[in-house]
């Protein structure tokens, strides 16, 4: 079980990140403003629960782009994990490279996890959605990935009809 006392939470200025992306140029949260980012975390490139989320945003991404919203996913893996995963599953989605784990752990999503007896530190999934006055809009915490995108989608669509 892990806790959600470090995540940050809606109406919360969005904590401020740089990293590098998939082709080494660095992205920062000022990159989007005056625009929706959907950021999320996960544990690995190329695991079944990862590749699903990261090709159903892709499948979405013409309907998140209409609502004027970018998706940007992070996790630790390097750039050159970051470019094959994107090229061997034709992701349109761009993906942050977070080794030392500052951006995770800025977003408090870097956290004790246990598995089989095991216990170990990693990422822990997790959606933030970020509107365009920089403040976080909603938080999905321990996310399961079966609807989860479609969720993100409807939230979306429901604030931005605001």
Not at 6 to 22: C, H, I, S, V, W
Not at 37 to 51: E, M
Not at 79 to 85: L, P
């Amino acid at each position: 079980m892990t806790s959600q006392k470090n995540l940050p939470q809606a109406g919360e200025k969005a904590p401020d990140f740089t990293a590098p992306n998939q082709d080494g140029n660095l992205i920062s949260l000022n990159d989007f403003q005056s625009q929706w980012l959907i950021l999320y975390f996960y544990p690995k490139d190329d695991t079944p629960g990862c590749t699903t989320e990261a090709k159903e945003f892709t499948d979405l991404s013409q309907e998140f782009s209409a609502l004027g919203a970018k998706i940007v996913g992070v996790s630790p893996d390097t750039e050159k994990s970051h470019g094959k995963f994107i090229q061997k599953h034709n992701l349109s989605i761009q993906l942050l490279s977070d080794p030392e784990h500052q951006v995770c752990e800025a977003y408090g999503v870097w956290q004790l996890k246990k598995f089989m007896g095991k216990e170990y530190m990693g990422v822990v999934r997790s959606t933030f959605l970020i509107a365009p006055d920089g403040k976080l809009a909603y938080v999905w915490p321990n996310v399961k990935v079966k609807g989860h995108v479609a969720a993100v989608l409807a939230k979306l669509q429901e604030l931005s009809a605001v």
